[in-house]
């Protein structure tokens, strides 16, 4: 039986996740990974995975069924000219570029180009990644569910409606920075008092681990857990009237806005 040839162009940070994710699934053995990327060093970094080294873009688009698009927005629109030499109706482009749609990736490749739309986040480094996909009506079932398959190795998959990816960014793929930058506050908040910075990162880590428990498994709303916490006259309250008082909800609603604008400024 012939394997699935699979290439990444790009092998930065997040190419190389899902590199390792497939290397290290039990798929691993139907699969055969090309990568291509200019830096050497990062696809020297990847020869233990079993990774064949592509000559170019349109060498590794030539020799693979599914061409992941695993580079920034800002260079996208080079790399798919440099790919689309060698691309066909019947090549599968994956993009992780934000705010990058499908109907780009047609107009620089081919007119009826499968595409399917994923935006994954940096957790996936550890194979704890929460990725949403999309695709448009030309990738079959089969050809979709592979891919799905892929990022379930690295962590949580979704489908989202293509015509929300840009919208989803901040939901997943943006909002890991957000919660460093509320971490940092409770750790800096804990050196100030005192505590040693490691005790406090590894308490509020699990904190946040076990928080995320309680919201997926616990079956309470998000109300009913933050009522859960907070005893009437208690510290807890004490804390969240002051969060209620700087409008937190309403700052993390314009952090998104702020996110899907540049999702589509980037698209245009």
Do not use: H, W
Request: some cysteine.
């Amino acid at each position: 039986m012939s394997k699935i040839n699979i290439g990444f162009i790009g092998a930065g940070n997040m190419g190389a996740a899902i590199i390792k994710g497939i290397a290290g699934s039990s798929s691993a053995d139907k699969i055969q990974l090309y990568v291509f990327d200019p830096d050497k060093t990062k696809t020297a970094a990847l020869s233990g995975y079993g990774v064949i080294e592509a000559s170019s873009e349109a060498d590794l688009t030539a020799k693979c069924s599914y061409v992941f698009l695993a580079v920034k927005p800002q260079i996208i629109e080079t790399v798919l000219e440099a790919a689309a030499t060698s691309a066909d109706s019947e090549k599968v482009f994956v993009s992780i570029a934000a705010g990058i749609t499908a109907e780009f990736i047609a107009s620089k490749t081919v007119s009826d180009a499968k595409v399917i739309l994923v935006m994954p986040n940096t957790p996936l480094l550890l194979g704890e990644g929460a990725t949403a996909l999309s695709r448009n009506d030309r990738v079959a079932d089969d050809e979709f569910e592979l891919i799905l398959d892929v990022f379930r190795t690295c962590g949580k998959a979704a489908v989202i409606p293509i015509d929300k990816m840009k919208e989803i960014i901040a939901v997943n793929g943006s909002s890991p920075a957000f919660i460093y930058l509320f971490a940092k506050g409770f750790i800096e908040f804990a050196e100030s008092s005192g505590i040693d910075s490691g005790a406090a990162k590894e308490l509020f880590a699990q904190s946040l681990i076990g928080s995320a428990k309680m919201i997926t498994d616990s079956g309470y709303t998000i109300d009913e857990l933050i009522k859960m916490v907070s005893s009437p006259g208690g510290t807890t309250l004490a804390g969240l009237d002051r969060l209620y008082e700087g409008k937190l909800t309403d700052t993390v609603k314009n952090a998104c806005e702020s996110c899907t604008k540049r999702a589509y400024e980037l698209s245009k």
